[in-house]
Antibody, heavy 121, light 112 residues
């Protein structure tokens, strides 16, 4: 089971970005994908999840208006798009698989390697 | 949002000795189904977090038996029975009872 994320990005304030999370080794549509970020000096922050089976999403209220989670079932890839970037969005962004089944919680059991996003003019 | 508080911030340990990390939540993490929605993760230097413990006390697949989780409600503990050099890194607790999932500030474990 692997989650491989796209490479580091350098963006200017006000720009948008999209991070990909390519999965392999399991049935993509069977497990939710969560997105999180880790800003310098800050604790890990949960952004939301996507259900790859039907594309359903849930966002943390903080991110509701400017994060979009999507997926492509033909390539087993999840995407996280963030708009109107500011320096506060400089962080390492992670995708993580939710190992839970319908009746049992199993934690975020597989993580991507992280994508460093730097927002600077 | 549920606030997660870890202690200590830093934990110097001697290889072969035990170690213990505490995590407290601002609200009970005990679900009506009887499970506590509290995970422990380890982030080794330069790596992504990895799952150690879920539901407060269940070891994830492949996690060594020297790691154990305990507690219920608002107070949880991660114990390492005998620390090894590969255990260095930052340990995080995370609650998954309510969205947004929230994390503790982390405990840095280092070898003395």
């Amino acid at each position: 089971v692997q989650l491989v994320q796209s490479g580091a990005e350098l963006k200017k304030p006000g720009a948008s970005m999209r991070v990909s999370c390519r999965t392999s080794g399991y049935t993509f549509t069977a497990y939710y994908i969560h997105w999180l970020r880790q800003s310098p000096g800050q604790r890990l922050e949960w952004m939301g999840w996507i259900n790859p089976k039907n594309g359903g999403t849930y966002y943390a209220q903080k991110f509701q208006d400017w994060v979009t989670l999507t997926r492509d079932t033909s390539t087993n890839t999840a995407y996280m798009a963030l708009s109107r970037l500011t320096s506060d969005d400089t962080a390492v962004y992670y995708c993580a698989r939710d190992g839970s089944s319908d009746s049992q919680y199993y934690g975020l059991d597989v993580w991507g390697q992280g994508t460093t996003v730097t927002v600077s003019s | 949002d549920i606030v997660m508080t870890q202690s200590p911030l830093s934990l110097p340990v001697t290889p072969g000795e035990p170690a213990s990390i505490s995590c407290r939540s601002s609200q009970s993490l005990l679900h009506s189904n009887g499970f506590n929605y509290l995970d422990w993760y380890l982030q080794r230097p330069g790596q992504s977090p990895q799952l150690l413990i879920y539901e407060g006390s269940n070891r994830a697949s492949g996690v060594p038996h020297r790691f154990s989780g305990s507690g219920s409600g608002t107070d949880f503990t991660l114990k390492i029975s005998r620390v090894e050099a590969e255990d260095v890194g930052v340990y995080f607790c995370m609650q998954s009872l309510q969205t947004p999932f929230t994390f503790g500030g982390g405990t840095r474990v280092e070898i003395k």
